[in-house]
């Protein structure tokens, strides 16, 4: 995922028959850009991202 300001970034993987978080983790943002691993599913995940300091300030890097 790219365009993230650098930080580190929780994030939540649902499994969206059940609506249970299925795995959560922190993974970093480098030079705007997050990489993480996605769980194993079997028909569709869904996945919540915010910073790790869950601070209300926009996660997305400004165009200035």
Known sequence: LSGLKDGDYRIE???TRKGEIVKELT???KAG????PV???KSDIAGKIKPANDSKQSAVKSEQ
């Open 39 to 41: 769980p194993t599913f």
């Open 13 to 15: 993987f649902w499994d």
């Open 33 to 36: 850009t997050l990489t993480c």
């Open 27 to 29: 993974v970093p943002s």
